[in-house]
Antibody, heavy 121, light 107 residues
Framework: EVQLLESGGGLLQPGESLRLSCAAS????????MNWVRQAPGKGLEWVAS????????YYSDSVKGRFTISRDNSNDTLDLQMTSLRVDDTAVYYC??????????????WGQGNLVTVSS | DIQMTQSPSSLSLSVGDRVTITCRAS??????LAWYQQKPGKVPKLLIY???TLQSGVPSRFSGSGSGTDFTLTITSLQPEDVATYYCQRYNGDPFTFGGGTRVEIK
């Protein structure tokens, strides 16, 4: 059974940094692209970042480009999202999501339970 | 950037009714379109990918159609457990934009 377990969320002030992690199990992690998707309270889904199976390709939404970095460790089956210069509008539940294939050009067929990040002064 | 527009934003129908949700891309995206279901308080779930391919385990009352710019998600007979918000997503390239969502309720 595919499992994605996020960790690292919390309450931060504007301008601070945070690292989210996602521990994967139940599938060959190194063979699949991975993604971060977020959902602000009461709002819809927003794609944040994607990384290919071997980390050769990464993409970011304009809203986080230059501030967030997606990375992966295929030896330890983990996905990370390093978030810097956090803003109030980064407040959201952050989901780790597995792609259906090695490339980022794929639908997302497994999702973690989500991790709340709150940015407030 | 390609925009994804869903309609309607919400609907309320009776059990057994046919549900039709549309998703329009501002530019052609071939069949690189997925549909997700998010029940209240739950994690999103993939229903359909490649515009019309049903994800394993998804009930056959769900179907998808379309290519290019216009796509449709259909529920042939609405069930109480289908109460959810439905999202489309393009994945043919960056940015992998979601539609705004369609909330489906039972009348």
């Amino acid at each position: 059974e595919v499992q994605l377990l996020e960790s690292g969320g919390g309450l931060l002030q504007p301008g601070e940094s945070l690292r989210l992690s996602c521990a994967a199990s139940g599938f060959a992690f190194k063979n699949y692209a991975m993604n971060w998707v977020r959902q602000a309270p009461g709002k819809g889904l927003e794609w944040v970042a994607s990384i290919s199976d071997n980390a050769a390709v990464t993409y970011y939404s304009d809203s986080v480009k230059g501030r967030f970095t997606i990375s992966r460790d295929n030896s330890n089956d983990t996905l990370d999202l390093q978030m810097t210069s956090l803003r109030v509008d980064d407040t959201a539940v952050y989901y780790c999501a597995k792609a259906r294939s090695a490339t980022v050009v794929a639908a997302l067929n497994a999702w973690g339970q989500g991790n709340l990040v709150t940015v407030s002064s | 950037d390609i925009q994804m527009t869903q309609s309607p934003s919400s609907l309320s129908l009776s059990v057994g009714d046919r549900v039709t949700i549309t998703c329009r891309a501002s530019q052609g995206i071939s069949k690189y379109l997925a549909w997700y279901q998010q029940k209240p308080g739950k994690v999103p779930k993939l229903l359909i990918y490649a515009g019309s391919t049903l994800q394993s385990g998804v009930p056959s009352r769900f179907s998808g159609s379309g290519s290019g710019t216009d796509f449709t998600l259909t529920i042939t007979s609405l069930q109480p457990e289908d109460v959810a918000t439905y999202y489309c997503q393009r994945y043919n390239g960056d940015p992998f934009t979601f539609g705004g969502g369609t909330r489906v309720e039972i009348k």
